[in-house]
């Protein structure tokens, strides 16, 4: 595999977000996150089947998956249910409810395949090569550095690891655009608006 350099980001610790950030949380913010988590626990759960994306995404019993943008958790437990007990899911999220929420939901479910991660996307502080799979669903139009973070699955990623991304408000064009045009990635396949790619 050929090896791409990163671009020296100014300042390395720019996003790092501190773990108190959750009592710095504004009212609005939270009631934001009350309102989008009331919704996937309702509505979005008649129109989706969360298994059948996550399939659609590649997952698989045993592996180690990144979850970029966990929301609510959606997808968190159908994730940890099909990797299994030899199987980890690191649920990640910069907001702090949403970290909180999620592991509240593994602590009633009494799960330990789930580690729950508050931090940005680009900095995962996960090890080089320890990922599978790593999907960002309904998260990658959110991004404000969609560079940086594809930086940062590339090197989470293992070798044949896969990125697996829903499409969402992006057009197709744009999404392709974004994921290979710095060369780190490659698209494989489309199934049901989940988007592979592999490391080029
Ligand atoms: C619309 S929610 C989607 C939640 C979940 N993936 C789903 O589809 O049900 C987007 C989530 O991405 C998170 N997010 C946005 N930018 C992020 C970043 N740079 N790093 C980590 N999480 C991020 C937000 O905090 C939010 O919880």
């Not at 979005?44 to 958790?73: D, I, T």
């Not at 970290?99 to 509240?104: G, N």
């Not at 090890?127 to 699955?153: C, K, R, Y």
Request: proline content about 4%; charged content about 30%.
């Amino acid at each position: 595999m050929k090896k791409i350099e990163k671009p020296q980001r100014r300042n390395s610790r720019e996003r790092f977000i501190p773990t108190n950030k959750a009592e710095k949380m504004s009212i609005y913010d939270r009631v934001h996150f009350r309102i989008i988590s009331f919704v996937h626990d309702t509505l979005y759960s008649l129109f989706v089947n969360p298994y059948e994306l996550l399939n659609a995404a590649g997952l698989k019993s045993g592996q180690k998956v990144l979850e970029v943008g966990c929301g609510p958790g959606f997808f968190t437990i159908p994730a940890a249910k099909i990797v299994g007990e030899k199987g980890k899911v690191y649920a990640l999220d910069v907001n702090p409810v949403a970290v909180e929420t999620v592991r509240r939901k593994i602590e009633e479910k009494n799960l330990e395949n789930i580690e729950v991660i508050l931090a940005d996307a680009s900095e995962t502080g996960l090890p080089d090569e320890s990922i599978d799979t790593a999907f960002l669903f309904g998260v990658v139009h959110a991004l404000d550095d969609v560079d940086a973070v594809m930086w940062e699955m590339h090197r989470v990623l293992k070798a044949k690891g896969v990125l697996s991304i829903q499409k969402s408000w992006w057009s197709e064009k744009k999404l392709l655009d974004a994921v290979t045009k710095n060369g780190l990635f490659s698209f494989r396949e489309k199934t049901k608006r989940v988007f592979k790619f592999e490391k080029s």
